[in-house]
């Protein structure tokens, strides 16, 4: 996974192993639940304000539905119950079907591909428009 895509502040704490095993080891406590054998796609910790961000990643030709959004809320509140820190979601896909646009549950929201790759394309435009001034900078 390509981070800086979805921002700097974010590093890796798991990838697609099961509740069970990420409570167990990331949070150093006992699995109890259910859920134990399901994967979230990905947890990241932001290290600023150490909060929790797990993406669950469809593909990009899967519209995103109420099913998907149950999902991480499902995965969400199953961590929930072992940590203290903020658990803030992100579904990314395709395209909307059926995923809430309004009154989603606070902290989850849904980020398409086509919108990922366009503000990654402006960043990096803008960072190479920059590039040459501040190398200028440094030597002058």
Not at 50 to 79: C, M, W
Request: aromatic share 10%.
């Amino acid at each position: 996974v390509t981070l800086w895509i979805l921002g700097a502040a974010f590093t890796v704490i798991s990838s697609n192993i099961t509740l069970k095993r990420q409570i167990d080891e990331l949070l150093k406590k006992k699995y109890s639940g259910a859920q134990g054998s399901t994967r979230p796609d990905l947890l990241l910790n932001e290290s600023l304000v150490g909060e929790f961000l797990l993406i669950e990643f469809k593909r990009p030709s899967h519209p995103l539905s109420y099913v998907d959004y149950q999902q991480a809320t499902r995965y969400r509140n199953e961590l929930g119950g072992y940590s203290a820190k903020p658990i803030k979601i992100l579904v990314i896909g395709g395209r909307i079907d059926s995923f809430p646009t309004r009154d989603m549950e606070p902290g989850v929201s849904c980020l398409l591909f086509t919108d990922i790759i366009s503000t990654a394309r402006r960043q990096i435009e803008w960072q190479l428009q920059r590039a040459p001034n501040y190398a200028c900078t440094l030597q002058g």
